[in-house]
């Protein structure tokens, strides 16, 4: 009896399949379309973060010891901010766009419609298991999509959570929640979806990209990279050391895509950083950082095996000018800065994607930029200066999903903008209207009478069809009076 149970809760391919159809059958009825149900939805969910966030606070901690604080500002804070906006402003979203008609269809009139996509699917990250996971979630409900979201198994205790109060909030017929690992994502991708939407690595992305392919599903990836953050003299040190704090170990302890990954400075410079660096980790983190409760802790003991062999690389180790501490019964390891490391190194050749910040030190700032697009283009890129030239010339020659000046991360707080990457840190992009146009189709409907039918169209061709139609065409009124002349252009 038991190996039945056992085998009916197996979520294999046929599962899979049952239930993109019952969320498809939703959709072909209209459900999701409906701007009150959209809505609701939306409302749900806030309602079902106003009423849980003791319990999504501890799910936080029991996967990644996250501060009480970074959880509820940095997850649970911003995902309401995107609720809000989404109902503020999903009628006005919604609402066809007027588009100018030219001559060559007059009399006519034209809008864009968005109407949604049909079934997606989410599949989420582990890093910050819950924004990452509902964030798009509210846009494809905004567009009035159907929904399967999977969320990372790395984060166990959050996925759980996700998975009992989304069917407990939400209309079960139209958004759903797949738990598992590879098997139950595998026979999630053997679907046909009309869009995937992917948070995670580039080793991942393509096996997601390929399976979307072989169904001709468009895909959004959200991946990562090394976010380089340069450093320039003659600024307010302090407020920039502290900011690259706040971006690096304030953000899940450097586990998050937007995480400065490594600091350009120049070689007389460097000195001054590293001491800034020292004074204020001490401050926010104490003499002894591994005992801070500020810290969150590395997710598991595969990616503290990794970090250590980033860390522990002969001609990397000797590096260390601040931290190295390491405690592998707790998975955590202090924050650690690190001088003029090898550009061959392995620090320097994968995204860190933890508490580890290398410093490279150049002859001067505008050689950073050749330093950087040497490279694959990175998710993020910051600059601290006060030099207007270097901030143009940081915007005109570095290529990344988004860049900031004297600060880190912040942009991912702003709904104006779209967050996203581009070449290897992802394609397509999200937040604010964004997510709501990400999960939508923009249907071109153009609009006739049956007045004004001009013969032009129609056999038997003829030179002078032929001109005036060029003309109708390029737009040129001189050119259509022209035509009707009978004159040629010469």
Known sequence: MASEVEKKAVFDIDSAKEVVQELRASFVAGKTKDYEWRRTQLKAMLKMMDENEPQIVAALRDDLSKPELESSI??????????????????????????????????????????PLGVVLVISAWNYPFLLSLDPVIGAIAAGNAIVLKPSEISPATASLLAKLVANYMDSSCIKVVEGAVPETTALLEQKWDKIMYTGNGRIARIVMAAAAKHLTPVVLELGGKCPVIVDSGINLQVATRRIIAGKWGCNNGQACISPDYI??????????????????????????????????????????????????????????????????????APTVLLDVPQDSLIMNEEIFGPLLPIITIDKVEDSFDLITSGTKPLAAYMFTNNKKLKEKFVEKVSAGGLVINDTTVHLAEPTLPFGGVGDSGM????????????????????????????????????????????????????IIRALMGWSKA
């Open 264 to 333: 350009i400075t120049t070689k007389d410079y460097a000195v001054e950083l590293v001491d800034s660096f020292k004074c204020e980790l001490e401050l926010f983190y104490g003499k002894n950082p591994l005992e801070s409760k500020d810290l969150s802790r590395v997710v598991n003991s595969n990616h503290f095996a990794r970090l250590l062999k980033l860390l522990d690389e002969d001609k990397v180790s000797s590096k260390i000018v601040y931290g190295g501490e390491r405690d592998k019964s707790n998975l955590k390891i």
């Open 428 to 479: 397509g992009a999200y937040h604010g209207k964004f997510s709501f146009d990400t999960f939508s189709h923009k249907k071109a409907v153009l609009y006739r009478s049956f007045a004004g039918d001009a013969p032009l169209r129609y056999p038997p061709y003829t030179n002078g069809k032929l001109r005036l139609l060029k003309a109708l065409l390029g737009g040129s009124i001189l050119g």
């Open 74 to 115: 940095y997850e649970i804070a911003m995902l309401k901010n995107s609720c809000k906006l989404a109902l503020k402003k999903m009628k006005h979203w919604m609402m066809p766009e007027k588009a100018k008609t030219s001559l060559a269809t007059f009399p006519s009139s034209a809008e864009i419609v968005s109407e």
